[in-house]
């Protein structure tokens, strides 16, 4: 803890980065996002299994690059990234929203994350997207922190849960998605807190022509979320922050793994984890399954 | 917004099932329709002369036409509206004929059909947006891909016609496969005589820019304005300097290393070597893989004789990029290789012909080489196993071609009349021989080309038999071949001497990576595809890009000319004018919402989207959004549905135009 | 008997240069194919959005067909291979959600395959109708239906739909 | 109005026969659960816990709906032909409210008959019957002391309970609504005993007032171009789930939706002022452009403007906003420690 404190402050006072994007502890349980740009604050930072949220939303942000251009200078940005965090920094890296050589990323070795703030931190209580977790050491970063340690075990709920979702009817799965999505009440946390949603303007927010109904009735929430979902196909890496920030609790992220498990089983393809592979969307392979096809 | 409908009987081609006065009247209650009226012409000038009349008494503000497909009629309606003062693109069509009434029967249905699809035209003018065409500059060079009968030819009526032409054929001579043909049918005139003059004309011609053992790496650009990247590959002899004596080849101490692929591998060639004596440049090619001085450094005896000190054996490849206004492809085709075939091929192999295995089992352009009289046996018929005078000749036609099982379902369409042409030569050459062909069906459409045929039978007894051969082996130095005769309904057997194998025409190897390349669709061969098969037969879908010869489809001669010229008259036409005019259907991004992902990028298949920088007050970078370069553009509208934050419309196909078709079904 | 009488209402997206030209030849040949399906041209199979598809279900319709180019074949050259990956993934989605695959279909229908065309229309017709009304759909604007009876395909539809439960 | 308050005792047993009483009569009853006030199908799912934490949502969206008609059209060739649209006065009974959320109502009522009086709220608000029941529970986040109510507030309420012990409630009939709701029961009232209620509610743990609402109210006068503003814009994301879970956020917008090329309706949706297109005008001038702006608008909104044209702060304290804020961020920290420098 103390290193990483030690070496954000050093960054900020050698002006290397503009700004440091960390979290900071707010009660025994309950981490919040902080933005350093003083090194004096430095101290406040920490690491630990309650740092949920995922900072690579902030990198997107308009108000948080203005800080790196000064009249003089460009300035970098330091990250805090969990290693699962770091896969959303290489989709952004990949979609051009991020470059490379503009980032410190500063990650983790990480054993995992409790699956809400007010949980203490056990294999009962480990975040969805842990479970099945297989980088927890980071692909990419610039400094790295924090010993490695084992991981506690917990069975794949939300896979079970898939498989028994498609184990149903159409039209039992039409019901149970329309009464979920029905529950929406539109407040876009889940666009807010996704790394990957960072249009200027959202398509729901496109109003000539309405491409999708702003109403949050059955037919509009209905809409907005195959929509959501669609979007995030082959996209998504799976951070969960939607899934948390749903104030009404809609399965967000099952939706998106059901789609990821698409993309790995049909294009060998998983999403933020390579630099080097395009990117599923916007690429093809004219040996690409003709099956859906008459 | 005042609209007018005008639903067309099209005599009683609508009318017989759509009930047009009716979805006249029940389009007039629509909101926004001004004027709705049938009339049993609308194309004919009384109809034309309606809409312009109607527009300007009722002052029309758009129209839509229930009439034909838009394919059809579409220009002419709006030239109509044109004249009348409205611009083209608020003129819609709604398709009551190919959809609709010649598809169904029932009068209600149809009707009722006929209604909505006019309702979804109305719906759709009424967010159509006036657009002007778009003025692209031309740049007047067009690039011929390929040095045979076809690149030849399209490069000679281009340059003609007072274009420059930049010809890049990937061999060290043009000439292609008809320089390697004996005679050709059926007039039995000789190949060489009539293609080298034309060879040497393209030397010659001060219009034409010659590439040989050159390759089209790149294309970049779009209709009017391609970059290419040709590279030229090392000779390792300086053309400039190079008088074409020749000397380099006879010191050569490398007499017989390689395989003269020219001779289709009946001969031997040296290292440094001109494909054959009449190549067009009369220059040679040192062969890298057979040189002793790349082997061991050592010889260097070309480098000896050369009195004009030609030979560079440090020349590297070299890469050239020319502006290209137009692209003619050419590439031609190569015959199907019989059994030897890689793993991943798509084709299979006859093995139970022997080709390969015996000798005396050959394909038609190795009996080409055979006949001709610049060939390995100076035109004595002999065979390759022996030298001895086959008595005996098997002729099989249709291998590979229209043979589903080893993955070829076409004609190859000139190996009936090869066929006859070889047996012909071979009676001619060989007079107590015998001549046997099999073969499937005779298919000799074409002047003079039947008789041709009848000619091989009557006069110089060539023995047809219907039926396929089942095997081939070796016996006493003949070659059994086991077949069967389904007009006499027996079995056949006959001990030749020599076999000859019409082998199916097929593209030329990776074609389909020059097809991406150039960007122009192939199909599942990879034979490249014409714009409409029927009335833009050499007009690829990419604008600009003009097919000859045998890419396109097996051709013969003849035919491969008269598309070369054909593709060349494109092309000038093309060139003839200094800005092109484009449909303003391109895309356009809203660059204040761009978030500049660069999907739409990645996915364009022209290249049409740049990355635009935006900047702050201090002329810093702060954001990079897509620019659509609107010369480029196509107007395929891929990168709309790609673009997440719907960023990027479609003029003429923007989604509020085709929200509200959907609204109004 | 209800039932029978009912006609799906069925839309397709269609590329202008392949399957719009191939309905264009099965009309030249006199091809015969049920009325159901209404055609909305775009230029490439590439530019059709998924939210092309969900307005349609919004609308009414019981079944989409989306069609293009046969794959090498597109007049872009490769709209048609990205529309295949964006497919693959919408299809994938509608499925898990709980739409049948049925109501979505796709196609690749050349400008020479008219027969083809005539064929796919008749096939996508007949899985809707064995499908029934896309009801499940239609029940979100139900709304809508109680204040315009005029849109009276609903409300016979969900008419029907109980009259086979009962 | 010369009405006066009555307390009464009631056991549980008897609440719920009410309450199924209610149910059979064909009113909605609504019940707080773990995410949003629900309707009760069957009394088994009624859990009058005080001491349960509030709800994830109010039950806001019962009186103005996130999403509903105003208007239904259609149009003809040369005309437009309007449909109103008719709001059922269908009895809503609220069983177990907390008192941050049932002052809710009451604290919305100005705006909604402010410079138009919006007849679908005040119908609706009609034929609410709000039960409150007193609060136990506090957590890190709740300051409903702070804002002038508290967890034994029975302000808003028509009734409100107070759990005497296990099986027995105190019920103080606080309305003329609630009054005739609890008449046809009346024979399961027992006399009331004040002293024991008021026992009760003495005892009950109050959440510590961490700021004054006047000084608040002063400082957000003095500092509208605080760079305090700016760092919390940083963090903000840009949601409106704290708009939309807030009991008192009312803001909407209006827009126009079809069903065919013809049809169409024109709906009042919730919007939330984090949105960055909320302020954005159709000329593309954007007077909240960023999103400090934003949050200095919603705290001044309900800590001061609210005040100055209503006398009221458009807050009740129960923490829901800053509960489920993905980036943690606590309404209450920042205006108790407005004062503080950055």
Redesign the interface.
């Known amino acids: 803890m103390e290193e990483l404190r030690e070496y954000a402050k050093e960054l900020l006072e050698k002006k290397e980065v503009a700004a440091v994007i960390g979290y900071t502890q707010v009660s025994e349980n309950r981490t919040k996002p902080i933005i350093i740009t003083d090194p004096a604050d430095a101290s406040k930072l920490v690491f630990n299994e309650y740092c949920l949220n995922n900072l690579s939303v902030y990198l997107t942000k308009a108000r948080i690059n203005a800080m790196c251009r000064t009249k003089d200078k460009i300035m970098k940005l330091a990250i805090c990234a969990k290693p699962c965090d770091v896969h959303s920094i290489v989709a952004l890296i990949q979609e051009n929203q991020v470059h490379r050589n503009d980032i410190v990323i500063i990650s983790f070795n990480c054993h995992g994350a409790v699956k809400d703030f007010g949980y203490e931190f056990s294999g009962e209580n480990l975040a969805s997207k842990c479970i099945t977790c297989e980088t927890h050491k980071p692909l990419y970063f610039d400094k790295i922190f924090g010993e490695e340690k084992e991981t506690p075990k917990a069975s794949d709920a939300a896979l079970a849960r898939i498989e028994e979702l498609e184990s149903m009817t159409h039209e039992e799965r039409f019901e149970y998605f329309n009464n979920e999505f029905d529950k929406c009440i539109k407040c876009y946390a889940c666009r807010a807190v996704c790394p990957l949603c960072y249009c200027q303007r959202c398509i729901t927010d496109k109003a000539i022509p309405r491409w999708i109904e702003s109403s949050s009735h059955q037919r509009g929430n209905f809409s907005w979320n195959i929509v959501r979902a669609f979007h995030l196909s082959a996209r998504c890496t799976g951070c969960g922050e939607c899934d948390r920030a749903c104030p009404m609790d809609i399965p967000l992220s099952l939706i998106n793994r059901r789609m990821a498990m698409e993309a790995k089983k049909s294009f060998s393809y998983v999403s933020g984890r390579s630099l080097e592979t395009p990117t599923l969307v916007g690429s093809f392979n004219e040996k690409d399954s003709d099956e859906l096809f008459m | 917004m005042k609209i007018g409908v005008f639903i067309c009987h099209c005599g009683e081609n609508i009318s017989r099932t759509v009930d047009c006065p009716r979805v006249a009247r029940v389009c007039e209650s629509y909101p926004g329709v001004e004027y709705a009226i049938d009339y049993k012409y609308m194309c004919s000038d009384p109809g034309q002369n309606m809409i312009r009349d109607a527009i300007r008494e009722k002052g029309l503000d758009a129209i839509v036409v229930g009439s034909c497909s838009p394919h059809m009629h579409e220009r002419t309606f709006r030239n109509a509206a044109v004249s009348a003062g409205i611009n083209p693109f608020l003129v819609e069509i709604a398709n009551l004929r190919e959809h609709c009434s010649w598809v169904h029967d029932d009068v209600e249905a149809a009707t009722q059909k006929a209604i909505e699809l006019v309702r979804m035209a109305i719906e759709k003018v009424k967010r159509d947006k006036p657009l002007s065409k778009i003025n692209v500059p031309v740049t007047k060079r067009v690039l011929v891909i390929g040095g045979g009968i076809a690149g030849i030819q399209a490069a000679l009526d281009t340059a003609n016609a007072g274009y420059e032409v930049v010809l890049v054929e990937k061999e060290p001579s043009i000439g292609g496969h008809m320089s390697q043909l004996s005679e050709t049918f059926p007039t039995l005139d000789c190949s060489q005589c009539i293609l080298t003059p034309r060879m040497v004309e393209v030397y010659q011609h001060p219009k034409i820019k010659l590439l040989t053992y050159s390759e089209v790496v790149k294309i970049e650009g779009f209709i009017g304005n391609f970059k290419a990247t040709i590279k030229k590959k090392a000779r390792h002899i300086n053309e400039e300097l190079c008088s074409g004596c020749g000397l380099c080849i006879t010191k050569c101490p490398t007499k017989k290393k390689a395989y003269n692929s020219f001779e289709e591998d009946l001969a031997f060639r040296p290292a440094v070597y001109i494909p054959f004596p009449q190549a067009v440049p009369n220059i040679p090619v040192i062969d890298e893989s057979v040189c002793m001085y790349y082997k061991n450094g050592k010889c260097g005896m070309c480098v000896k004789v050369c009195d004009r000190g030609a030979i560079d054996f440090d020349q590297k490849d070299t890469m050239l990029v020319a502006d290209i206004g137009a692209i003619i492809v050419a590439t031609g085709f190569k015959l199907y290789n019989i059994d030897k075939k890689a793993a991943d091929s798509k084709y299979k192999g006859y093995g139970e012909y022997g080709y390969g295995k015996y000798r005396d089992v050959i394909d038609g352009l190795q009996f080409e080489r055979i006949a001709s009289a610049s060939g390995p046996t100076a035109g004595e018929i002999k065979r390759p196993s022996d030298g001895k005078v086959p008595k005996k000749i098997v002729f099989i036609q249709c291998v590979g071609s229209r043979d589903d099982s080893k993955g070829i379902s076409y004609c190859s369409k000139i190996c009936c009349m090869y066929t006859a042409k070889h047996a012909m030569l071979y009676k001619h050459k060989v007079h107590d021989g015998e001549a046997y062909i099999f073969y499937m069906d005779i298919r000799a459409g074409g002047k003079m080309y039947e008789e041709f045929v009848r000619r091989a039978i009557e006069e110089d007894d060539v023995k047809y038999i219907r039926g396929r051969v089942s095997r081939i082996y070796e016996e006493n130095g003949k070659y059994i071949v086991k077949g069967e005769d389904t007009i006499a309904g027996m079995p056949v057997e006959i001990d030749a001497d020599l076999v000859v194998l019409a082998t199916a025409m097929i593209p030329q190897e990776n074609s389909a990576a020059l097809a991406r390349t150039i960007g122009i669709p192939y199909d599942k061969y990879g034979f490249f595809n014409e714009a409409h098969p029927k009335l833009r037969p050499v007009e690829s879908t990419t604008a600009g890009v003009f097919l000859a010869g045998a890419c396109q489809s097996p051709r013969d001669i003849p035919e491969s000319v008269a598309m070369a010229s054909a593709a060349a008259c494109k092309a000038t036409i093309l060139l003839s004018s200094d800005t092109l005019e484009r449909e303003p259907v391109v895309a356009k991004v809203n660059e204040d919402l761009c978030a500049g992902c660069f999907y739409c990028k990645k996915v364009c298949p022209f290249g049409a989207i740049e990355v635009k920088d935006v900047k702050d007050m201090n002329g810093i970078v702060y954001k990079e959004v897509a620019y659509i370069n609107q010369g480029v553009c196509q107007g395929c509208g891929t990168c709309t549905a790609t673009c997440l934050s719907k960023s990027i419309e479609l003029a003429g196909f923007n989604n509020e135009e085709i929200f509200a078709e959907i609204a109004a079904l | 008997m209800d039932k029978e009488k009912w006609e799906p209402k069925i839309v397709a997206f269609v590329c202008n240069w392949c399957t719009y030209t191939g309905a264009d030849l099965a009309g030249t040949s006199r091809m015969k194919y049920p009325a159901n399906a209404k055609m909305i041209r775009v230029m490439c199979s590439g530019s059709i959005d998924p939210v092309f598809i969900i307005k349609a279900f919004e609308r009414g319709a019981d079944g989409v067909l989306v069609s293009g180019c046969h794959p090498n074949d597109c007049h872009y050259n490769a709209g048609n291979f990205h529309a295949r990956r964006r497919w693959d993934f919408f299809h994938e989605l509608l499925d898990f959600i709980g739409i049948e695959k049925e109501r979505l279909q796709f196609s690749w229908i050349s400008a020479s395959e008219g027969k083809k065309f005539a064929d796919v229309i008749a096939k996508v017709t007949k899985d809707i109708k064995t499908l029934g009304p896309f009801t499940a759909y239609k029940k979100m604007n139900s709304e809508f239906t109680a204040v315009f009876p005029e849109i009276q395909e609903v409300v016979k539809e969900t008419i029907i739909k109980e009259k086979e439960t009962v | 109005m010369n009405f006066k308050m009555d307390e009464k005792i009631i056991s549980k047993e008897d609440l719920l026969k009410i309450c199924q009483d209610v149910i059979a009569k064909g009113h909605t009853l609504l019940t707080p659960g773990m995410?949003?006030y629900f309707p009760v199908k069957d009394i088994s799912q009624i859990n009058l816990n005080s001491s349960a934490l509030p709800a994830?949502?109010s039950y806001k969206?019962y009186v103005f709906p996130?999403?509903e008609?105003v208007l239904?059209y259609?149009?003809?060739?040369?005309d437009v032909q309007l449909?109103d649209v008719n709001v059922d006065g269908k009895n809503i009974i609220i069983l177990g409210a907390k008192p941050c959320d049932t002052n809710s109502i009451s604290i919305m009522r100005h705006l909604f008959n402010w410079d138009y009086s919006d007849e679908f709220f005040n119908l609706r608000e009609k034929h609410f019957i709000i039960i409150g029941l007193m609060c136990s529970h506090y957590d890190?986040y709740c300051f409903c002391t702070s804002v002038g109510s508290s967890p034994v507030s029975d302000k808003g309420s028509d009734i409100f309970l107070i759990p005497l012990d296990e099986n027995n409630f105190a019920l103080r009939i606080i309305t003329e609504k609630g009054k005739e709701f609890i008449e046809p029961y009346a024979e399961y009232l027992k006399p009331g005993d004040e002293t024991r209620s008021k026992q009760v509610t003495e005892n009950v743990k109050l959440p510590e007032v961490v700021f004054d609402s006047k000084e608040v109210y002063e400082w957000l006068g003095e500092n509208f171009e605080s760079p305090k503003w700016e760092?919390i814009?940083?963090?903000c994301?840009?949601?409106?789930?704290c708009?939309?879970?807030c009991p008192v956020c009312h803001c909407f917008?209006i827009?126009d939706?079809?069903?065919?090329?013809?049809?169409g309706?024109r709906?009042k949706?919730?919007d939330?002022c984090q949105?960055g297109?909320f302020t954005l005008h159709a000329s593309?001038h954007n007077p909240r452009d960023?999103?400090?702006k934003r949050y200095r608008q919603r705290v001044n909104h309900k800590f001061r403007y609210y005040v100055d044209k209503f006398g009221e702060i458009l807050c009740t304290g129960c923490g829901r906003c800053s509960r489920?804020c993905?980036?943690?961020?606590?309404i209450k920290e920042i205006v108790s420690n407005c004062k503080e420098s950055v």
């Not at chain 4, 259609?74 to 040369?78: A, F, H, L, N, T």
């Not at chain 4, 994301?237 to 789930?241: D, E, G, I, K, V």
């Not at chain 4, 939706?257 to 049809?263: A, G, I, K, N, V």
């Not at chain 4, 993905?326 to 606590?330: E, K, L, N, R, Y």
């Open positions: 995410n949003e994830k949502t969206s996130r999403s008609p239904y259609k149009r003809s060739k040369d449909i890190e760092g814009g940083n963090l994301l840009s949601c409106a789930q708009a939309f879970v917008d827009v939706e079809d069903y065919s090329y013809s049809e309706r709906m949706n919730w939330g949105f297109n593309g960023i999103q400090s489920g993905p980036v943690s961020i606590d």
